[in-house]
C-alpha cells in the first residue's frame, strides 16, 4: 500500500522557516516524482514545488522560487521542503503526493497523496 505522511507543519511568524517532511512507503521511491501542494482556505489546491529523485530534477512555483528549497533523502524515501521568509499568504495546508512521472504540478499528474500538514504564518 502506497504511503505518504507528512510532518513539520506549525505556527511561525512572518520571515520565520519551517521545514516539511513527506515520508513515503509501499513503492520504489525512485520511480515516482514527488510533489507538493497547498490549500488555503476557501482556495484551490495548488501546486508549490517537486521532485525526480531519480535524477535531482526540481521545480518550483514562481510564489515560492527563491524561497523554498525542495530535496529528497533517497536512503530515506523522504522527501523535504524547507520554507524561508516565510509569508502569511503561505499559510495553508501542505501536502505531498506521488506521481509516476515527472510532469510538472498538474494535481491530475498525482495518484497517491498524504493527509496533510497545517501551516500558519502570523504577521
Known amino acids: 500500500e502506497v504511503q505518504l505522511v507528512e510532518s513539520g507543519g506549525g505556527l511561525v511568524q512572518a520571515g520565520g522557516s519551517l521545514t516539511l517532511s513527506c515520508a513515503t512507503a509501499?513503492?520504489?521511491?525512485?520511480?515516482?516524482?514527488i510533489g507538493w501542494f497547498r490549500q488555503a482556505p476557501g482556495k484551490e489546491r495548488e501546486g508549490v514545488s517537486a521532485i525526480a529523485p531519480f535524477d535531482g530534477s526540481t521545480l518550483y512555483a514562481d510564489s515560492v522560487q527563491g524561497r523554498f528549497i525542495i530535496s529528497s533523502d533517497n536512503a530515506g524515501s523522504t522527501v523535504h521542503l524547507q520554507m524561508n521568509s516565510l509569508k502569511p499568504e503561505d499559510t495553508a495546508i501542505y501536502y505531498c503526493?506521488?506521481?509516476?512521472?515527472?510532469?510538472?504540478?498538474?494535481?491530475?499528474?498525482?495518484?497517491?497523496w498524504g493527509q496533510g500538514t497545517q501551516v500558519t504564518v502570523s504577521s
Open positions: 503526493a506521488a506521481s509516476g512521472s515527472f510532469n510538472g504540478l498538474a494535481i491530475r499528474e498525482y495518484d497517491h
Open positions: 509501499g513503492f520504489t521511491f525512485g520511480d515516482y516524482a
